[in-house]
C-alpha cells in the first residue's frame, strides 16, 4: 500500500516551510510565483491528492514589468542593445509581460514619468544605464520594486546589477604591467558614467600596488569620446607612454587608429588594451586585447533580482557585483626597449 503523500512530504522534498506549500497550494499570497509553480509541479510528480485539484486552480496573474533606458543608451546596440535583448528573452521564460520605454532628453529634463508607471500599469521596472540622477530619483519616489543595470549612484537606494569596473580595470593594467609597461597611459571620460570613474580607479590601483606613483601627464580622464578630441591628446602626450588603456572599446579603437596614422605599429611599438567587448575591439586592427562581459548574466541577475525585490519589498536594496575576464588579443605585447 502506498504511502498518502501530505503537504509536509513536499515541504521535505523542497526543503520549504510546510506553511509556504499550504500558501501556494491553495493560492494564497506570500510565496512568489516562480515558487508556486515548483511547488505544484512536485505535487503533481508525487501523486499529492489535493481536492481543488490543482491543475484548475486560478493561475496568478501574470507580473508586468517595464524597462527604461535614454535615447543614447537604446542606440549603443552592441552593449545596451544587446542586454535589452537578453533582458526580453529571459522575461519571456518567466511569463513576464515586458513593456519598454525610451527616455528623451526633455523626459529626463522635465522628470516625465513614463506612461506605464505614471498609470501604475508594472510591478516592477528596470533602469538600463545612466539617465540622471534627479530623474531615477523621481522614478524611485513612486515606490515600484525598481532594479539598475549597470549604474548607481549614492543617492540612489535601490538594487542595482553591476560590473566589477575597479578590478576589471585592475587586471587590464596588470596585464600591461605584466607585460613589462610602466608608463600607461589613461584615456576616457569619467564624468559621463560612475563606470568610468571606478575603471580609472582600478588603473590607479594597478600602478600603485607595483609601486609606480601615477603621472599626471599620462592621465587623461575628461576627454570626449571622439576622434578629433582623442588625437589632440595623443599629441600632447607624444611618445612617452608605451601602453593605452582605453576607459572602453571606442577610446582604444580612436588611439589605435590615430597611432596607426602616424605610423605606430601595434603592438611593436605601443600597446593597448580596451573594455567591454564591443564591436569596437572587433573592428580594430589588430583586434584589441579587452576585458569582457557576460552580458546575458547581466540581464538574468537583473530579472531574478527584480523578481526577488517584488517579492521582498522592505528588505534592504542590494549592489551586485559581477566579474569581467581578460580577453588578451593582438593588440597587447611585451614592451619594446627604447
Given at each position: ?15 520549504l516551510s510546510k506553511n509556504s506549500v499550504s500558501q501556494a497550494l491553495t493560492g494564497k499570497d506570500g510565496v512568489s510565483e516562480e515558487t508556486r509553480r515548483l511547488i505544484v509541479k512536485t505535487a503533481q510528480e508525487m501523486g499529492y491528492n489535493y481536492k481543488g485539484k490543482i ?81 531615477i530619483e523621481r522614478i524611485l519616489s513612486e515606490r515600484v520594486p525598481t532594479v539598475l543595470i549597470d549604474h548607481h549612484h549614492p543617492l540612489l537606494h535601490t538594487d542595482a546589477i553591476l560590473t566589477n569596473n575597479r578590478f576589471g580595470a585592475y587586471m587590464a593594467v596588470k ?164
Amino acid at each position: 500500500m502506498h504511502k498518502k503523500i501530505v503537504m509536509q512530504d513536499i515541504a521535505d522534498r523542497l526543503q520549504l516551510s510546510k506553511n509556504s506549500v499550504s500558501q501556494a497550494l491553495t493560492g494564497k499570497d506570500g510565496v512568489s510565483e516562480e515558487t508556486r509553480r515548483l511547488i505544484v509541479k512536485t505535487a503533481q510528480e508525487m501523486g499529492y491528492n489535493y481536492k481543488g485539484k490543482i491543475s484548475e486552480r486560478k493561475a496568478a496573474p501574470t507580473r508586468r514589468i517595464g524597462l527604461i533606458a535614454s535615447e543614447y543608451a537604446f542606440s549603443m546596440e552592441n552593449f545596451f542593445g544587446k542586454i535589452y535583448i537578453d533582458v526580453e528573452r529571459e522575461a519571456q521564460k518567466h511569463n513576464l509581460n515586458l513593456q519598454i520605454q525610451s527616455i528623451s532628453p526633455a523626459m529626463r529634463d522635465e522628470l516625465t514619468l513614463p506612461a506605464f508607471l505614471a498609470d501604475n500599469e508594472v510591478d516592477g521596472l528596470l533602469v538600463l544605464s545612466h539617465i540622471s540622477t534627479p530623474y531615477i530619483e523621481r522614478i524611485l519616489s513612486e515606490r515600484v520594486p525598481t532594479v539598475l543595470i549597470d549604474h548607481h549612484h549614492p543617492l540612489l537606494h535601490t538594487d542595482a546589477i553591476l560590473t566589477n569596473n575597479r578590478f576589471g580595470a585592475y587586471m587590464a593594467v596588470k596585464h600591461l604591467l605584466d607585460l613589462g609597461h610602466t608608463e600607461i597611459g589613461i584615456i576616457g571620460n569619467v564624468d559621463a558614467s560612475p563606470s568610468y570613474q571606478e575603471r580609472y580607479e582600478g588603473y590607479l590601483l594597478a600602478l600603485r600596488e607595483q609601486g609606480i606613483k601615477p603621472s599626471e601627464s599620462l592621465m587623461y580622464v575628461h576627454v570626449p569620446e571622439e576622434a578629433s578630441a582623442i588625437q589632440h591628446v595623443l599629441q600632447q602626450a607624444g611618445d612617452t607612454p608605451t601602453a593605452w588603456f582605453g576607459m572602453n572599446d571606442g577610446f582604444a579603437y580612436y588611439v589605435c587608429n590615430a597611432l596607426r596614422t602616424t605610423g605606430k605599429s601595434i603592438p611593436e611599438d605601443i600597446s593597448i588594451c580596451g573594455f567591454d567587448h564591443t564591436h569596437f575591439s572587433d573592428m580594430c586592427h589588430p583586434k584589441l586585447t579587452t576585458m569582457e562581459i557576460d552580458i546575458g548574466q547581466f540581464a538574468r541577475k537583473a530579472l531574478h533580482q527584480l523578481m526577488w525585490r517584488m517579492d521582498n519589498p522592505d528588505e534592504v536594496y542590494q549592489e551586485i557585483l559581477l566579474p569581467t575576464r581578460l580577453l588578451p588579443r593582438d593588440s597587447t605585447g611585451p614592451v619594446r626597449k627604447r
